[in-house]
């Protein structure tokens, strides 16, 4: 028997045979564990020469893929390791230190998941020159179990091939195209603002000071989940959900709690035979499943509520539809031209729901934070977005446009804390990476909090600097051009689906919070990381808000 235990997560495994085998997996107890990408053990072993001087064989010849230096041999032996030492809440600085130790290229194995991991940008764009018209990423083989079990349709996310693109480019048509952003940036513009009125009320009622004037130290935290989960819900379905309210709905404090046990719960069944702890009816596949029923039917009374609307509109002899001529949000816009049908529509929206809250909330956690300890760079960005805002006459797609030192910020924000810590192809055809065959079929990770602080490609890697991405993003790089080097959305056609709606509600919210309140932290320490399926902070920083 073999129990490994942390403070994030529990795991009983026992040999085949042995007594009170029934027990096979106990489950995750808290709220975050884990992390989704598998970086093995370092094994004691260096290569000679410069980090990123590519390695030839002794005849000159490439290097097979046995060459490749790696973590350790047995996925399960790595597997046992990480778990024992709890790696895997650090495993963003595990991977860092592994690129030290073993240089740009590494294979690792851990459990059932294989992978080559690679860091430099000049690697990187060999592997996605390369991908194809249907480039295939890593599939989180649980959610699409999850999917086959209950016989629901898969979205995007989980689709490969032809399947793929053609459900793709109908719904770029709806979130990733300028005249769809054109449309949903009033949704996201209106959230922000109530936001920033919420926040001003509540440091005029809670805060310190002669009023007017006053301010006030928060964990900002819980008010930036709930604006994330109230700009999905009006950009994605059309309708505000009520959360900056003083009781917000126990619906939509179900639904966050849905989407973190998904995540909490996905990991460990990365690496682990799902399929077994689903036939035997383990907890931690029973807890997996149960968010994801949840997060299915919050999708599935939005979908409801919209033909509620379309048909209160037809009765009251309404030819515009169930939007009354105005926006109805992306699952209106798919329902009303119905080229996809409605279990695909259910499908996309409900991934797109489930991975816009989080996502978003934590890098604005980081956001406040960094300028808050940098108060010339925020005041630089201030400046920039009033100015921008006084031109723009309130329009926000203008006032964005006139700010790029803000959507630098959000880059670079990006760049320091990835939200996710890898972006994945699986290789097409047989590729050659810093001199090693890499055949066709290979899981190929892109590291990305490594590739962000590494002084090989970004001067002074550890110094928060918008201004390096203005100017086509040439300032503060180590390495000729600037190419594959802000990847946090992913590359090319397989890029996350709902970038656009991510990156100007992040913007839209920064903006109205830099035009209200001045921002300072209590502590300038650099704050711990830990790693879920997400990259988080440990304890979220604590911020001051005071009035303009």
């Not at 992390?35 to 000679?48: F, I, P, S, Y």
């Not at 030290?100 to 294979?107: T, V």
């Not at 077994?276 to 979908?303: K, V």
């Not at 699952?331 to 996502?359: F, P, R, W």
Request: with cysteine.
């Amino acid at each position: 028997v073999i129990m490994i235990m942390s403070t994030r997560v529990t795991v009983c495994v026992r040999a085949p045979g042995a007594r009170g085998s029934r027990n096979l997996l106990c489950g995750v107890t808290l709220r975050r564990a884990l992390c989704v990408t598998a970086a093995g053990t370092v094994v004691d072993e260096k290569l000679e020469g410069r980090k990123g001087v590519r390695k030839k064989g002794v005849d000159g010849q490439v290097r097979s893929f046995k060459e490749i230096p790696h973590t350790g041999r047995s996925g399960w032996v790595n597997l046992v390791k990480f778990w024992r030492e709890d790696r895997f809440r650090q495993l963003h600085k595990h991977m860092e230190r592994t690129f030290n130790a073993l240089g740009p290229i590494y294979r690792e194995h851990l459990g059932t998941q294989s992978s080559v991991n690679i860091i430099l940008p000049s690697d990187i764009g060999e592997l996605f020159r390369s991908e194809g018209l249907h480039p295939e990423r890593m599939t989180l083989q649980p959610w699409a179990t999850h999917r086959e079990t209950r016989h629901y349709s898969k979205g995007v996310f989980l689709k490969n091939g032809e399947e793929w693109r053609v459900d793709r480019l109908l719904l770029n048509k709806e979130v990733m195209m300028s005249a769809a952003v054109k449309r949903f940036l009033p949704l996201l513009d209106e959230v922000a603002r109530d936001f920033c009125r919420m926040m001003q009320a509540k440091v005029e009622r809670e805060g310190r000071g002669e009023e007017g004037k006053r301010s006030l130290t928060i964990d900002p935290s819980p008010d930036i989940f709930r604006f994330a989960l109230e700009a999905s819900c009006n950009v994605i379905y059309g309708e505000r959900i009520g959360l900056f309210s003083s009781s917000p709905s126990l619906e939509s404090q179900k639904f966050i709690w849905a989407v973190e046990q998904m995540l909490v719960t996905t990991p460990p069944l990365l690496y682990l035979p799902h399929r077994l702890l689903l036939r035997i009816g383990a907890p931690l596949w029973t807890q997996h499943a149960t968010a994801w029923d949840h997060i299915f039917s919050h999708a599935e009374a939005r979908i409801q509520r919209w033909y509620q609307r379309l048909s209160s509109s037809q009765g009251r002899g309404s030819e515009a539809g169930a939007s009354g001529g105005q926006y109805s949000g992306v699952l209106g816009q798919l329902m009303e031209k119905g080229q996809l049908s409605l279990d695909l529509i259910k499908a996309n929206v409900t991934e797109m729901m489930a991975g816009g809250v989080d996502t978003t909330a934590v890098p604005l956690q980081f956001a406040l934070f960094e300028l808050g300890r940098n108060p010339e760079v925020q005041e630089r960005v201030r400046q920039q977005v009033r100015a921008s805002w006084e031109q723009a006459g309130g329009d926000p797609q203008k006032a964005l446009q006139g700010a790029p030192l803000l959507k630098g910020t959000i880059k670079e924000i990006l760049r320091l804390y990835p939200v996710a810590t890898t972006v994945q192809r699986r290789t097409i055809k047989d590729t050659i990476l810093q001199n090693y065959h890499i055949p066709a079929g290979t899981l190929v990770q892109v590291c990305l909090y490594p590739l962000g602080r590494s002084a090989d490609v970004f001067a002074a890697p550890q110094r928060f600097e918008p201004d390096r991405w203005v100017n086509n993003g040439e300032k503060g790089q180590t390495v000729e051009g600037s190419s594959f080097r802000s990847l946090a959305f992913g590359f090319g056609a397989r890029q996350c689906v709902g970038r656009r709606i991510a990156e100007n509600e992040m913007q839209l919210l920064l903006m109205h919070i830099l035009l209200s309140f001045h921002l300072s932290v209590t502590s300038s320490e650099d704050i711990k990381t830990t790693c879920t399926l997400i990259l988080q902070p440990e304890t979220p920083p604590r911020i001051t808000f005071r009035k303009l």
